[in-house]
């Protein structure tokens, strides 16, 4: 299995608070990716990381921001979360010679009240 | 806009049956299709892939059949086991772009 780890993996937070999501992995993979999972959606992309500090958004990114300054850390925040943003998250990471395969976290799983 | 669509949100198989589940697209520039198997409370797992320039992949139990010309992908799983029982997502890209998945389909295998 791919290293990849997901911090919280669980958390519920109230409406207009901002909430972090980290991503962490061990392979040295060049790009990292943000999803949401939702019923009737499957998987959406939220942003993604083609290199450390090197970041676009993806087809659902309104309301969330990323960091990466590290090549083993992607950060999701949202700034104000709402309740539309209750979801769970996945992170996934793809090697620069197959980026076509993804690697997948666990996921977190966000309640916001 | 659904570029990639699952239109069997279920299906169930007897157990040592076929299970065939199917995608379609829309975006005749996709140049590659995965499938991804997941399983509750984890994160998706690749299971089987297949280039534009085939029309067939087989690994062990599953297959992967590409029709372009319909723009139709399916997968095979034959015979089917309890634990084959998961969400199978379909996903397509384009020259190394970014996946665009579909909605899954929740497979059940019955004993």
């Known amino acids: 299995d791919a290293g990849i780890t997901q911090s919280p993996r669980h958390k519920v937070t109230e409406t207009g608070t901002p909430v972090t999501l980290r991503c962490h992995q061990t392979e040295n993979h060049r790009y990292m990716y943000w999803y949401r999972q939702d019923p009737g959606h499957g998987l959406r992309l939220i942003h993604y990381?083609?290199?450390?500090?090197?970041?676009d958004k993806g087809e659902v990114s309104d309301g969330y921001s990323v960091s990466r300054s590290k090549t083993e850390d992607f950060l999701l925040t949202l700034e104000s979360a709402t309740s539309s943003q209750t979801s769970v998250y996945f992170c996934?990471?793809?090697?620069?010679?197959?980026?076509?395969?993804?690697?997948f976290g666990p996921g977190t799983r966000l309640t916001v009240l | 806009d659904q570029q990639v669509k699952q239109n069997s949100p279920s299906l169930s198989v007897q157990e040592g049956r076929i299970s065939i589940l199917n995608c379609d697209y829309t975006n005749s520039m996709f140049d590659y299709f995965l499938w991804y198997k997941k399983y509750p409370a984890e994160g998706p797992t690749f299971l089987i892939s297949i280039s534009s320039i085939k029309d067939k992949n087989e690994d062990g139990r599953f297959t992967v059949f590409l029709n372009k010309s319909a723009k139709h992908l399916s997968l095979h799983i034959v015979p089917s086991q309890p634990g084959d029982s998961a969400v199978y997502f379909c996903a397509a890209s384009q020259l190394n772009e970014k996946l665009t998945f579909g909605t899954g389909t929740r497979l059940t295998i019955i004993p």
């Open positions: 996934a990471i793809s090697d620069l010679a197959d980026t076509d395969t993804q690697y």
């Open positions: 990381s083609y290199g450390v500090k090197d970041t």
